[in-house]
């Protein structure tokens, strides 16, 4: 049986790179079926809505969803905001096909280490941030203006179910890696975070094989910049997960290079459903012109392959092809540096290819 692909390329660059990350996963010679839907403003312009349901039933019918990027200017102005590309499709994808655990993984690739604005080994970092997505300020509610508009409230709420299953997940991951987890939170002045660390304490006492240690988010963002090598994996909830992931991506010199993924709980054959997708945005301003790098999205195919199909030898072959381009001296224009050989979207997709099936 074929694995069943949601193939949703958005806006901007995200068609552009999501090809080519279907390409790599052409050619690992695993069976695939890919079916594509429109999102975001490409499927706002053609019938009104940013995540039409017919995407929405395609990506509940499929094993994995591979997603480009939504956005642009062209729909800032979208009124109301709940059209909107960003908050219209990602938002709603999200909690509509419950994928509360989002898997944000800040590595260094060592040809491009001198593009982190850290100074020497301090730039070398390998850390997950295992963000909860589905929950918090981003969901609570109420969520509303009062007083005339003069007053708007925003809502934080947390349950015991939901910190029960993102810190599972976190100790999950804490077991292939280093067995050490940093849980971070806001417990010296918010209640959910008092709730979160209290959940995340009795979980400890349980799984005593992990680990676990709490940082205030004030501190976390402190410490990786001091010693980010400190941090194995970091788990937090969804506001702190957002800032903290792009400060910890930011690290890597790499930003536009890494992949998440967002997944859901195992299904009845045991296949978790995810959905992968570069942690970069559509770039419309370079959208078209080949110039875009797909190692982010082509990374994204890796931690498919990983946590969808539990195949990690097949992501482990793509992440060191994607190493393996690099250290050839292919550059897509963004890590463009001197001495090295320019090439476009398809051309580092190809080369990616290539190495595989050698
Ligand atoms: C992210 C993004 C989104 C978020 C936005 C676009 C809604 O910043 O995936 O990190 O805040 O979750
Ligand atoms: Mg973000």
Same mark, same amino acid.
Request: hydrophobic share 40%; net charge negative.
């Given at each position: 049986?074929?694995?069943?692909?949601?193939?949703?390329? %958005?806006?901007?660059?995200?068609?552009?790179?999501?090809?080519?990350?279907?390409?790599?996963?052409?050619?690992?010679?695993?069976?695939?079926?890919?079916?594509?839907?429109?999102? #975001?403003?490409?499927?706002?312009?053609?019938?009104?809505?940013?995540?039409?349901? =017919?995407?929405?039933?395609?990506?509940?019918? =499929?094993? &994995?969803?591979?997603?480009?990027?939504?956005?642009?200017?062209?729909?800032?102005?979208?009124?109301?905001?709940?059209?909107?590309?960003?908050? %219209?499709?990602?938002?709603? @994808?999200?909690?509509?096909?419950?994928?509360?655990?989002?898997?944000?993984? &800040?590595?260094?690739?060592?040809?491009?280490?001198?593009?982190?604005?850290?100074?020497?080994?301090?730039?070398?970092?390998?850390?997950?941030?295992?963000?909860?997505?589905?929950?918090?300020?981003?969901?609570?509610?109420?969520?509303?203006?009062?007083?005339?508009?003069?007053? &708007?409230?925003?809502? *934080? @709420?947390?349950?015991?179910?939901?910190?029960?299953?993102?810190?599972?997940?976190?100790?999950?991951?804490?077991?292939?890696?280093?067995?050490?987890?940093?849980?971070?939170?806001?417990?010296?002045?918010?209640?959910?975070?008092?709730?979160?660390?209290?959940?995340?304490?009795?979980?400890?006492?349980?799984?005593?094989?992990?680990?676990?240690?709490?940082?205030?988010?004030?501190?976390?963002? !402190?410490?990786?910049?001091?010693?980010?090598?400190?941090?194995?994996?970091?788990?937090?909830?969804?506001?702190?997960?957002?800032?903290?992931?792009?400060?910890?991506?930011?690290?890597?010199? =790499?930003? %536009?290079?890494?992949?998440?993924?967002?997944?859901?709980?195992?299904?009845?054959?045991?296949?978790?459903?995810?959905?992968?997708?570069?942690?970069?945005?559509?770039?419309?301003?370079?959208? #078209?012109?080949?110039?875009?790098?797909?190692? &982010?999205?082509?990374?994204?195919?890796? !931690?498919?392959?990983?946590?969808?199909?539990?195949?990690?030898?097949?992501?482990?072959?793509?992440?060191?092809?994607?190493?393996?381009?690099?250290? *050839?001296?292919?550059?897509?224009?963004?890590?463009?540096?001197?001495? *090295?050989?320019?090439? =476009?979207?398809?051309? !580092?997709?190809?080369?990616?290819?290539?190495?595989?099936?050698?």
């Amino acid at each position: 049986m074929p694995h069943n692909i949601a193939v949703l390329g %958005g806006d901007g660059i995200g068609p552009e790179v999501t090809a080519e990350a279907v390409k790599v996963l052409q050619s690992t010679g695993i069976d695939f079926n890919f079916d594509h839907a429109l999102i #975001g403003g490409a499927a706002y312009d053609d019938g009104g809505h940013p995540l039409p349901a =017919s995407t929405l039933d395609l990506c509940r019918a =499929s094993d &994995a969803v591979l997603l480009g990027a939504v956005g642009g200017p062209k729909w800032d102005n979208v009124q109301p905001i709940t059209l909107r590309p960003e908050v %219209g499709a990602l938002l709603p @994808l999200r909690s509509e096909l419950n994928l509360y655990a989002n898997v944000r993984p &800040a590595k260094t690739l060592r040809p491009l280490m001198m593009a982190s604005p850290l100074k020497g080994d301090r730039a070398l970092v390998d850390l997950i941030v295992i963000r909860e997505l589905t929950g918090g300020i981003y969901f609570g509610t109420p969520r509303e203006r009062r007083d005339n508009g003069n007053t &708007a409230v925003d809502t *934080c @709420l947390y349950s015991r179910h939901e910190v029960e299953r993102i810190a599972e997940r976190a100790f999950a991951v804490a077991r292939t890696r280093k067995r050490e987890l940093v849980s971070v939170d806001k417990a010296n002045v918010l209640e959910t975070s008092r709730l979160w660390r209290e959940v995340v304490n009795e979980m400890a006492a349980k799984n005593t094989d992990v680990s676990v240690s709490h940082m205030l988010v004030d501190n976390c963002a !402190m410490q990786l910049i001091r010693d980010p090598q400190q941090f194995d994996v970091i788990l937090t909830e969804n506001m702190f997960g957002d800032i903290i992931s792009d400060e910890a991506s930011m690290i890597t010199g =790499s930003l %536009g290079l890494l992949p998440s993924a967002s997944l859901s709980d195992a299904r009845p054959s045991g296949q978790v459903f995810g959905l992968y997708e570069p942690i970069h945005g559509s770039a419309p301003d370079i959208a #078209g012109q080949g110039r875009a790098n797909p190692i &982010a999205a082509i990374l994204s195919a890796a !931690m498919m392959l990983r946590y969808s199909f539990d195949d990690d030898a097949s992501a482990t072959r793509i992440e060191e092809a994607v190493e393996s381009a690099l250290n *050839c001296g292919l550059r897509t224009a963004d890590i463009y540096e001197k001495g *090295c050989r320019l090439v =476009s979207t398809t051309e !580092m997709g190809d080369a990616i290819a290539d190495k595989l099936r050698q």
